[in-house]
């Protein structure tokens, strides 16, 4: 089993910036391949936003998380970071980090962070 650990989130002003990161204090396994970062708003389904394959640093981002975020890992220290930039209100939700084989949707990723919220204030 892979423990995560999210942090980084809290509240910001509209327009702002934060970065999250997702730690494994214990590593990743061969198995793990990729870490994908994923929010979810109160009501509303869980998205996902992003994916790092951890072995050549390839990455994915979906349409609501292009051009304002930016997916990176420091292998060495076994964390993958979100750099999130011009937050709007509605990026506010509870982030997650999850890590699995390779990037896909949420149920392709075998284990999941606690989460980290982040709230956008206008």
């Known amino acids: 089993e892979v423990q995560l650990v999210e942090s980084g989130g809290g509240l910001v002003q509209t327009g702002g910036s934060l970065r999250l990161s997702c730690a494994a204090p214990s590593g990743f396994t061969d198995d793990d391949l990729a870490v994908g970062w994923f929010r979810q708003a109160p009501g509303k389904e869980r998205e996902g936003l992003s994916c790092?394959?951890?072995?050549?640093?390839?990455?994915y981002y979906e349409d609501s998380a292009k051009g304002r975020f930016t997916i990176a890992s420091d292998n060495a220290k076994h964390t993958v970071y979100l750099q999130m930039n011009n937050l709007r209100s509605e990026d506010s939700a509870v982030y997650h980090c999850?890590?699995?084989?390779?990037?896909?949707?949420?149920?392709?990723?075998?284990?999941w962070g606690q989460g980290t919220q982040v709230t956008v204030s206008s």
């Open positions: 999850a890590v699995g084989g390779f990037c896909g949707t949420e149920y392709e990723y075998d284990y």
């Open positions: 790092i394959i951890l072995d050549d640093g390839s990455t």
